[in-house]
């Protein structure tokens, strides 16, 4: 595939942030991870994502919080939150915030989890592409 897009994974389970890295990358996307918001934070901070991937419960800075800090950073990074709570409450409350989609853990099937990235990544270029046509129709 080789779309090379940038994805940073947020998970305070080693585990998981190790499995979605080796799917991921399988796939030909650049992975990252961070095992708490904190550090989430500042990786993004040092390199540009497509894509963030976090889990909304984690010590410290939850998921909902760290979707609203890379708000304020860029606004076109798209935000998918995974959850093992999967209450629709925390996840109504994901996409008021602005997350793009919500994957339940555990997960019963990689090809979900790689059809939400996929779609993430289109809708992250989409935005990015807009953002230069009207950039570019400012300085004219």
């Known amino acids: 595939m080789g779309n090379k897009a940038r994805i940073l994974i947020v998970d305070d389970e080693p585990g998981m942030c190790e499995f979605l890295e080796y799917l991921l990358e399988g796939e030909g996307y650049e ?10 934070l500042l990786r993004l901070e040092e390199n540009g994502f497509a894509l963030v ?37 925390t996840a109504i409350k994901a996409i008021k915030y602005g997350a793009y989609d919500y994957l339940g853990k555990p997960f ?17 270029q989409e935005l990015a592409a807009e953002e230069r046509l009207v950039s570019k129709g400012a300085q004219s």
Not at 70 to 85: C, G, H, P, Q, S
Request: overall charge negative; hydrophobic content about 45%; glycine content about 8%.
């Open 31 to 40: 992975v990252s991870t961070a095992l708490s918001g904190a550090e989430g």
């Open 53 to 89: 991937l976090a889990d909304i419960k984690m010590p410290g800075m939850d998921g909902i919080e760290l979707l609203r800090r890379v708000r304020e950073l860029d606004k076109n990074v798209v935000f998918v939150v995974m959850t093992a709570y999967a209450s629709m409450e």
């Open 108 to 124: 019963e099937d990689t090809d979900k989890i790689l059809a939400v990235i996929e779609r993430g990544v289109a809708r992250y």
